[in-house]
């Protein structure tokens, strides 16, 4: 089924992909379905969005182990300067939300810089917040977030 969907060229990513340290499987069979899922999206050449709970090692580990191709994006990350320049170090991209850690946000260079609302927020609220946090204007941060999601997915 998901490699049907992933097989239609509308589709732009696999996810939410990952480990969640508190909710759901165990750790081995959510594992095994993450491996799957890197499968699935080397296959089709489509980047992966993770959703990752206190299993940042697992993450880093599979992607030495696995060495993928397609890109790799942590979607609403809240974490510090330090473990974000530890997901950089294996080529792994994060995202930020409306609830982040500023310090992070002003550190991460403009051409890795990402935001989402997750549902949850608007857009331009969050734009705003990273915005402050990096003593930008909304239309700087508009700018990079625009080219850095058109590198990411090819368009």
Known sequence: ??????????VLAVGECGFDALKGPSHELQ???????????EKYGK??????????????????????IQPWLIHGFRGGPEQMNQLY??????SFG??????????????????????ISLIG???QAAALARNES???IERSILRNNNILLER
Do not use: C, W, Y
């Open 47 to 68: 980047p992966m969005i993770l959703h990752v709970v206190r299993d940042f090692d697992s993450v880093i580990r599979l992607r030495k182990e696995l060495k993928p």
């Open 138 to 140: 909304a239309e700087t």
């Open 125 to 127: 609220d969050v734009i």
């Open 31 to 41: 594992e095994q379905a993450f491996v799957r899922q890197v499968e699935l999206s």
């Open 98 to 119: 409306l609830k982040h850690n500023p310090e992070t946000v002003r550190q991460v260079p403009s051409d890795r810089l990402f935001l989402e609302t997750d549902g």
């Open 89 to 94: 170090a294996q080529g792994i991209r994060v």
């Open 1 to 10: 089924m998901l490699e049907n969907i992933l097989a239609n060229p509308r």
